[in-house]
């Protein structure tokens, strides 16, 4: 098989995977190295924010609220970890040993637990309300519907 | 001669005034006309009564001068729009008009004009054209007859008025004796020369119906005076016992002047008078001036009566031999079949080729038929072609079409009769259809101004029969070519309405019998009479009066009176206002609000029975209130669509997604709240830390 052969090849099979752009590879690698440049910090998110991972990949919802409504908490309860570890020893030990310190461990996930009662319990109450406004929404569009037709006529319905 | 032996002259065959059934009694109490005019319906006066009117003695109250009243009916149309000329006509010589003015006649049930005038002091020269008398002598007769008739006639002239009644037996004697003095009878109660006898018309005239002779001239109230002199000359009639066609056949065959005078000799004088009065040549006959200037003495010299020119041979015609063009129309009319076969095969033609030698008559003779041709030889030729034909015979003739014979300008009259009596309307429709008038006119060898008037009313009547919708037809047809007609709708069949306050008088009466009330106030003759009678009130109101949708018919009623009301100053009209008022609801009901609806509904009945039908039309008709409703029912529908709208949508919604339908945006809620919460408490945590280390 010749070189231009193959080029044609390459060009004519359809891609079977899509392909990142060349924005998002830049994004990625610059993550990248931030993650590697503060690595004791990125130890400590990476294991705080499993919960938001773990809901992440369960959440199947497009706009993914869950995520995010656990994921805002998760981060709450990073944040005192993040500080106790940029102020008292910033290194990859000092990282281990603040997610080994089963205290702070407890107040991330507890967040993340927070997180997910609110969207338990906030999701349902505020979908009720929204029916029950629905319902009374259809109750007073018929009464104004029969307030109209008292006042100018059935003619009203059929708009002539 | 009294009254009574007049009217037993009166009654003999051909000359009795119609007799109707529902004749007062004799013994019938008299009736008020006004405060001062009383008339007595038990006394018939025979012979002042005529075909179309019946004359019954009356008087005023307050002097007792003996008066007498002609009630007239609607078949034969009054001249009422004559009726103030006719008054301005002050000569002791015209018998005066008193009183004018509609009455209940409780005989027929039903209202009559009455026209009140001074009784004649004396009988009539004549009591019927059978009659004989004494001769009266020619300066006897210039003196008493031809002197103050001649005033008169140039008094009307003045006046721009025709008599069209004078005959031997509408002149009365009057005056004391070495004074005498005729006085001329009415001719209100009739349209012109309705009333006179087939011998006192000019021979173009009198072949026409009485209602179809049309509005005269001055000549041809000449020529019934001239006719009238020749009789009083003779002392008789020299055509007495003859019928109406063998009057008009000696009148063609000697000419007026010898049919009526005979061989005997006559004054000089007089000879030229009547001469020129009787002369059958409507373009040689005498005038008002040219009378005036005889009588002043000049002589005018006369030309001899000019005589239809007769045939070399006769046109033989239903086994008669007929010697001139204008007595063979009279015979073809009267058999349209035989008449449209000697036509047809040219008979006719080679007659007034060979025979009559009058090529004008020939050349208009094929152009008849040719026109004739031009509809097709189906339904109708025959009537056709005879009509037109009789019309190049002698265009001076009237139209006789089928059954009727009329001169143009009797369209109107003859129609409202027709229309009156019930007879063949159809007839008269197509007489314009068929554009009759106008060929009558185009072969007329004089075109005035007033022959192109002609034409254009009955081009509009054309226009008029094109037109189904009420308000037109041949309904406005009558009341356009008939000014004077009063309305002949069945709704007011015992009404005499011929003004607008008079239809609402009408309606006002009709309204205190709720069974008398018609379902359609505005029929198609109160249509087309208001059109006519007032354009501005139908102009406005014609599409509602026509519509299908009774409530706009009725709401059209309504503003029509209201005007009528408002313009003529009627006064108040309770019986019709709550007549109206009562059948207002369905027009109430076309405003949509239904609040508007029960307050216009009140309104009316606090209005309807003051008789205000201004008051009553301005609450029904408001035109900010229409405006307003039709304005606030789009809006209200336009909501009531959207209203619908959104239903449809969220009652959908509720059905497929029950309690789930806020899922989302509670979902979004916790995470917005999660977010607020971490937000505050990040802060917090920086804001701690960062004081901490202060």
Known sequence: ?160 | MDSEAIGQEMKKPGLAPDTDARLPPRDAAPLNLTEKIQIFPGQRLDHLSHAGASAYAARNIDDGKSLFAMICGKAVVPRINSIANYKGVNTPGLLQLVESRVLYWPFENQQKLALVYEMPPGPPFMVNLEAEREPIADETLIRIVLNPMVEILRLMRNSDMVHGAIRTTNIFQGGSAGNEIAILGECLSAPSSYTQPVVFEPIERSMAQPSGRGLGTGEDDLYALGITIAMLLRGRNLLAGLSDDEVIGEKIEHGSYVALLGNERVSAKLTEFLRGVLSDDPQQRWDIEDVQKWMEGRHLNPKQPKIERKAARPFEFGGEKIWHARALTMKLTKNTSIAAQVIDDSQLSQWVRRSLENPAIYKRLEWAIESAKEGGAGTGYQQRLVTRVCIALDPASPLRYKDISVLPRGIGTALAECFAKGGEIKTYADTINLQLVNFWLSVQSEISGDSVALVSQFDNCRGFLRQSMSGYGIERVLYFLCDEAPCMSPTLQNFFVATLPDLAFAFEKISQSESARPETLIDRHIAAFLSVRDKKIMNQKASLVGSDDKSARNLGALLIFAEIQKRHRTGPLPGLSRWIGDIMKPVVERYHNRPLREKIQREIEKVKNTGDLVMLAAIVDNTQNVRADGDGFSIAAHEYAMLSQEHAHLAQKVQMQGRKIGLKAGQEISAAISGIISGVIILGLIVVNFMSRL
């Open chain 1, 1 to 160: 098989m010749s070189e231009n052969q193959q080029q044609q090849q390459q060009q004519t099979t359809p891609p079977t995977e899509k392909k990142l752009g060349w924005k998002a590879k830049i994004l990625l690698f610059f993550t990248m190295v931030v993650a590697f440049v503060f690595l004791p910090a990125t130890i400590v998110v990476l294991v705080g924010l499993l919960p938001t991972i773990v809901t992440a990949i369960t959440d199947r919802n497009p706009s993914k609220s869950a995520t995010v409504t656990v994921g805002s908490m998760n981060v709450a309860g990073i944040v005192p970890a993040l500080f106790r570890l940029f102020q008292q020893n910033y290194s990859i030990p000092g990282a281990v040993a603040i997610i080994s310190d089963y205290t702070t461990v407890i107040v991330m996930y507890s967040a993340a637990l927070i997180g997910i009662v609110i969207y338990n319990n906030v999701t349902p109450l505020v979908s009720l309300a929204i029916y029950r406004r629905a319902r009374l929404r259809l109750r007073e569009i018929e009464k104004r519907q029969k307030m109209l037709k008292d006042v100018w006529g059935e003619d009203v319905a059929q708009g002539r």
